[in-house]
């Protein structure tokens, strides 16, 4: 089993605090007590970085901040933190993309990973001036990634398509290295358009067993491409020293969620055309009830927050075991967060982190830093000179 990658997020939909910040897919985020402030995300940022994090996921759409421009101001109060940046195709004439993902990449000395959404929700798009059904934003999406992707290689691309025509575009400044594409969705569009263009297939929570079906699915697809994918999770987390600290915590945020927001948001979500997020409505049924749908994998996030809507819960131990399952059915790397998302890092970051270490299934991504020697207060460390 290879060594496995891990990822945060920056909560810039609608800020972060101790209960679930709901909303999302199209339905209004609900309100945070923590603001999505460069200090606040700053701090987030820098924690993840520091615990053995790679990236941070940065959401898109009209419910949270722009993530373009919240990264590039937060890779300036951080040093190695990479950041995955969710981003509509469509929105954006595909060599401008090609050119701002260029620049981000070579400003920050590589550290940009795009996440690539389609846009599940018409009526969101719509405001953007998008008017493309589901099937259409997918065939844009293929011809937009055939376009970037060219360009990043240098080459002078000539291409005329259903969506897209450019002639003779050449970027002056290429992105180094590559930065990878991260992609998801469960329809049959997606699924074609990932195992053409895509560096890493990312699903949401489900059993392990629904994610292995699904890992197959894709994989089958791709090598119909000649080509082979890297698989990643996103999920949400509640790790603490002791299994019934971590379901306490559960239940705590279980009981800040109200019936009149579960009816408001999950009605919503109801509308929603992703197929990823009917699946997710599936697991929670609207109800406080039978929310652990596999062991230590809990479907309460998702009654009131559109999108990913599980989270592993339990001990450290037992979320590693959970980690290890979904590493046995082809998951790679993982994007997680938590509520709030400072302590949360810190939970994952100091008690699972280094239980998949002793496991021999993480390390650090950081270099080794020499450390001096712990002086005492008071102490002495071989001092010399006048009065030694």
């Known amino acids: 089993m290879s060594t496995l990658r891990f990822h945060w997020f920056l909560p810039t939909n609608g800020g972060d605090g101790r209960q679930v910040v709901g909303g999302g897919h199209g339905v209004q985020v609900g309100a945070a007590g923590r603001p999505a402030s460069v200090a606040y995300l700053g701090q987030i940022a820098r924690s993840a970085e520091q615990l053995g994090f790679e990236a941070a996921l940065t959401p898109t759409g009209a419910w949270c901040e722009d993530a373009w421009i919240s990264t590039a101001m937060l890779s300036q109060v951080s040093e190695r933190l990479k950041f995955l940046v969710a981003f509509r195709p469509g929105l954006t004439a595909p060599y401008l993309a090609a050119q701002m993902a260029g620049s981000f990449q070579n400003l920050t000395g590589g550290r940009?990973?795009?996440?690539?959404?389609?846009?599940?929700?018409?009526?969101?798009?719509?405001?953007?001036?998008?008017?493309?059904?589901?099937?259409?934003?997918?065939?844009?999406?293929?011809?937009?990634?055939?376009?970037?992707?060219?360009?990043?290689?240098?080459?002078?691309?000539?291409?005329?398509?259903?969506?897209?025509?450019?002639?003779?575009?050449?970027?002056?400044?290429?992105?180094?290295?590559?930065?990878?594409?991260?992609?998801?969705?469960?329809?049959?569009?997606?699924?074609?358009?990932?195992?053409?263009?895509?560096?890493?297939?990312?699903?949401?929570?489900?059993?392990?067993?629904?994610?292995?079906?699904?890992?197959?699915?894709?994989?089958r697809l791709a090598a119909e491409e000649g080509r082979e994918l890297r698989y990643g999770i996103r999920l949400h987390t509640?790790?603490?020293?002791?299994?019934?600290?971590?379901?306490?915590?559960?239940?705590?945020?279980?009981?800040?969620?109200?019936?009149?927001?579960?009816?408001?948001?999950?009605?919503?979500?109801?509308?929603?055309e992703s197929?990823?997020?009917?699946?997710?409505?599936?697991?929670?049924?609207?109800?406080?009830?039978?929310?652990?749908?596999?062991?230590?994998?809990?479907?309460?996030?998702?009654?009131?927050?559109?999108?990913?809507?599980?989270?592993?819960?339990?001990?450290?131990?037992?979320?590693?075991d959970l980690v290890e399952q979904y590493a046995e059915v082809g998951i790679e790397e993982f994007v997680l967060s938590g509520y709030p998302h400072l302590e949360e890092s810190y939970w994952f970051g100091e008690g699972v982190l280094p239980e998949l270490a002793r496991r021999g299934l993480w390390e650090h991504p950081a270099p080794p830093v020499a450390r001096a020697a712990a002086v005492p207060f008071g102490g002495s460390a071989g001092r010399t000179g006048v009065g030694s």
């Not at 969506?163 to 970027?171: F, Q």
Request: hydrophobic content about 40%; proline content about 4%.
């Open 238 to 272: 509640i790790a603490r020293d002791t299994s019934a600290q971590a379901w306490a915590e559960a239940d705590r945020l279980l009981a800040g969620i109200s019936p009149e927001e579960i009816e408001r948001v999950q009605s919503g979500l109801r509308r929603s």
């Open 275 to 320: 197929e990823g997020q009917r699946r997710m409505l599936e697991l929670n049924r609207g109800s406080k009830d039978g929310l652990e749908i596999h062991p230590h994998l809990w479907a309460g996030i998702g009654l009131v927050r559109g999108g990913a809507g599980t989270a592993m819960v339990g001990s450290h131990a037992e979320i590693a």
């Open 112 to 219: 940009l990973l795009l996440n690539v959404v389609t846009g599940g929700e018409s009526h969101e798009q719509r405001m953007f001036g998008d008017f493309l059904d589901k099937d259409g934003r997918y065939e844009r999406c293929g011809e937009f990634l055939e376009i970037v992707r060219r360009l990043w290689t240098g080459a002078t691309v000539d291409f005329e398509g259903a969506h897209y025509r450019v002639e003779d575009a050449v970027l002056a400044q290429l992105p180094d290295p590559l930065p990878e594409i991260y992609f998801g969705g469960s329809s049959p569009a997606a699924g074609l358009v990932a195992a053409k263009h895509a560096d890493v297939y990312l699903t949401w929570g489900e059993p392990p067993a629904a994610v292995r079906d699904k890992i197959d699915w894709i994989r």
